[in-house]
């Protein structure tokens, strides 16, 4: 077996693996997969089980009020190979969901990471929340914003110093040609920029940067140091 294939030969197996239960297990799998054909300029005609088209499927969330919420799941779709997108149903009483667009194993892994993101904030919020009650403080939306919004801060960093690290890495977290395509023909989809509120007092840029740590040290932002061999 000449080196080429052994290489098909392992990517193979990490996509196999990539059906794993196991969250960070999948995920690992999946981009080291994806980094090791970006690296060996190997297309995934050459895979076995990947000579098909794959089609681009939608992920949908829970429904969620917060406007924070589309903070959160913009940053992890942009890093985790997909794109996001807010739902909003009629009579929902101000109720949407986040629907995740990219190839399966992808969109199912980044709604997952994301669903933990969103727990971990929260547990978060009962923390900070603890601390104003306290004071005699309110702990409410702007001080939630201050918060994720540094969280999300964070976790770009995060994904930033990854792609540093690894040009194949990098390419590997492109989101595909065709998911973007997918999105641009959806009817009637309108994009609108996440905005990040700036700190504009002493308090806010104290939760942005308390935020930023816990983004920077999510611990499924990146599975860099599962990718080595």
Do not use: H
Not at 21 to 38: F, I
Not at 66 to 73: G, P, R, Y
Not at 98 to 103: L, S, T
């Amino acid at each position: 077996m000449d080196d080429n294939n052994k290489i098909i030969d392992k990517i193979e197996k990490l996509i196999s693996l990539s059906g794993s239960s196991n969250e960070n297990e999948a995920r690992a799998a999946m981009l080291k997969a994806q980094e090791l054909m970006a690296k060996y300029e190997i297309d995934r005609e050459q895979i076995k089980g990947q000579e098909k088209e794959r089609p681009v499927v939608g992920f949908t969330s829970s429904p969620y009020r917060e406007e924070w919420i589309n903070m959160v799941s913009s940053v992890i779709a942009e890093n985790f190979r997909c794109r996001s997108i807010s739902i909003v149903k009629n009579n929902s009483g101000g109720s949407f969901r986040i629907r995740f667009y990219g190839y399966e194993e992808d969109a199912e892994i980044c709604i997952n990471i994301f669903n933990y993101a969103v727990q971990v904030i929260r547990k978060k919020f009962i923390t900070l929340r603890a601390i104003y009650a306290e004071a005699k403080r309110e702990f409410g939306k702007s001080e939630k914003t201050n918060y994720v919004t540094g969280f999300c801060c964070g976790l770009e960093k995060n994904f930033k110093e990854q792609r540093e690290q690894s040009k194949s890495f990098a390419l590997a977290l492109v989101t595909p040609k065709a998911v973007d395509d997918f999105i641009a023909a959806l009817p009637g989809l309108e994009v609108q920029p996440i905005k990040m509120d700036d700190a504009r007092s002493r308090e806010a840029a104290l939760l942005q940067r308390t935020g930023f740590v816990d983004g920077k040290t999510f611990q499924n932002a990146g599975d860099a140091a599962r990718l080595e061999n």
